[in-house]
Every structure is written in structure tokens, then in C-alpha cells.
């Protein structure tokens, strides 16, 4: 076995094993390193390296190639075989590259989950706030037709109070959308949540909000003290499901929406179910 500077460096002794000298027996298997430990020998069958492809390359008369994990390292290792007893087998450092390339691809695969992000609310806020407008417009439409027919104008409630509840909740979702974007931007941080007076307040902000409609909300379950690891954008999600339930009940006047709120345990974690 014929060795550069770095391997006899780290203890590789010419003529001797490569597992034994170079690798300490540190990456042989543990029953192989038991019997030299027992009997101050090698095996029967000698052993070699988990990484070791030296069987492979004289088997198929081929080079191989494979990354080696060791002690926080990364070598970049191949077996070339020459003849029938002669190989040449190198590693070189290449740690510090491949973090490079990790990182690099982490930073692909975030860019690439932001710009999803970003095309999935431009889409969310498109459908949503062409919605709202549509509303006001609707509106706009319906009082220019009954504002000099003042006996019609009780038949439709209040639409100018209508009118300020849509740009209340367009103000509202461009407001989130801005939260949703600074939420990408930073980690996430959560906290201890109890849930009684978050959803209790976005219940409250939704029926107001939607006045003109007759907007009927049971919650079952709901108990104070109950609590979860969460943030500021909870009161916005349990909005948006509120808003969806609303959205999905068609034209209807009346809406019944009921809330059953109970406790799931999956892979020994305790979760709080809404459905």
C-alpha cells in the first residue's frame, strides 16, 4: 500500500492493513473489532472498512466512487483497479465545498418555496379582494337604483354601512397579506396561546363585519384555560375559516356555522382539533 503525506499523518504505515493503521478499526464492523480486541488478530475472513469498495472495483474491474462521513468530515474517495492486484485509492477533503453546496441548495429550496408562497397570495389576495370589490360595487349599483325611492331603501338595510364593513375587511386582508409576508421573512416564534378569548374575539369581529347577514355560530368544546402553541396570526387563521365557512354557505341570508373543538394525541403529542 503506497501512502501520501495526509495518510501517513493520520497513521497509515506502509505494507500494513488500511483499516487497521489509517482507520484505527474505527469503521470496521463492531463483531470484526470485537474478535481483534478478543484475540489480537484479525478474522478468518479478514474484514475491511463499511465504506470500503475495493471488492466492488476488482469485481467489476470498474472505479468507484462514494462520499465518506468521518469525524465530521467529508472525503471524496475513489478504488480504481489497475490489475488484478493493484488499485489506486485516493480521498480528497472536500467538506468545506460541500457544506457550500448544501447551502447553496438550501437556499434554492427556500427561494423557490418564497416564490410559490408569493404567487399562492397573489392568487389568495386577487380572488379575495376582486370578491370585496365586486361587493361594494353590487352595492354602489343597487343604491344608485333605490336612492330616490326612499320606500325601497329600508328593504335593503343599510348599505352604506354595508359599504364600510367591505373596505373594512379590504383593509383587513391587505393587513394580513403584510403579516403573512414579514412572517416569511423572520422564524416563526410561538407561545403558549389560551384560545377562550382569541377565538371569542374573531367570532365577534366576524358577525361584525358581516351584519348583513344573519350569521348563527355554535362552538362546542370550547373551555377556558385551553391552550396552544401558537402566535399572533392565530386570531387571522381562525378569521380566514370563518370567512371560508361564509364564503362556501352561497347568498344565503342565514347562515348556521357550528364549531367542535376536541383533543387528538398522534405520535405521543397532545393537539387541539377544529373542525
Not at 492493513?17 to 470484526?32: A, L, R
Not at 465518506?68 to 474517495?77: E, M, Q, R
Not at 418564497?114 to 365586486?134: E, G
Not at 377562550?196 to 361584525?208: A, D, G, M, R
Request: hydrophobic fraction near 35%.
Amino acid at each position: 500500500m503506497s501512502a501520501n503525506k495526509i495518510a501517513l499523518e493520520v497513521g497509515a504505515i506502509i505494507g500494513d492493513k488500511c483499516w487497521n493503521t489509517f482507520g484505527h478499526c474505527n469503521f470496521i464492523p463492531k463483531k470484526d473489532k470485537e474478535f481483534i480486541d478478543q484475540f489480537g488478530i484479525p478474522p478468518p475472513n479478514s474484514t475491511r472498512c463499511y465504506f470500503c469498495q475495493t471488492e466492488e472495483a476488482f469485481d467489476s474491474q470498474t472505479s468507484k466512487h462514494k462520499d465518506v462521513y468521518i469525524d465530521g468530515k467529508i472525503f471524496d474517495t475513489y478504488w480504481i483497479p489497475l490489475e488484478n492486484d493493484t488499485f489506486i485509492h485516493f480521498a480528497e477533503d472536500v467538506t468545506t465545498r460541500k457544506r457550500a453546496e448544501e447551502k447553496l441548495k438550501s437556499s434554492r429550496e427556500k427561494y423557490r418555496e418564497a416564490f410559490n408562497l408569493v404567487n399562492i397570495y397573489k392568487d389568495l389576495f386577487a380572488h379575495d379582494m376582486n370578491n370585496l370589490l365586486q361587493n361594494i360595487l353590487s352595492s354602489a349599483y343597487l343604491f344608485s337604483l333605490i336612492q330616490n325611492k326612499p320606500e325601497k331603501l329600508k328593504d335593503f338595510g343599510d348599505l352604506n354601512e354595508i359599504i364600510k364593513n367591505h373596505v373594512k375587511r379590504g383593509v383587513a386582508l391587505i393587513s394580513r397579506v403584510i403579516q403573512l409576508s414579514k412572517l416569511e421573512e423572520t422564524e416563526a416564534k410561538f407561545r403558549s396561546i389560551e384560545i377562550f378569548n382569541v377565538l371569542n374575539k374573531s367570532i365577534e369581529k366576524f358577525v361584525t363585519d358581516f351584519q348583513e347577514r344573519n350569521v348563527n355560530i355554535d362552538v362546542n368544546g370550547l373551555s377556558k384555560g385551553l391552550k396552544i402553541l401558537g402566535n399572533d396570526l392565530l386570531v387571522d387563521i381562525f378569521e380566514n375559516i370563518l370567512n371560508n365557512a361564509l364564503k362556501y354557505n352561497g347568498n344565503n341570508l342565514e347562515v348556521k356555522i357550528v364549531i367542535n373543538i376536541s383533543k387528538v394525541r398522534e405520535s405521543n403529542t397532545q393537539y387541539i382539533k377544529f373542525e
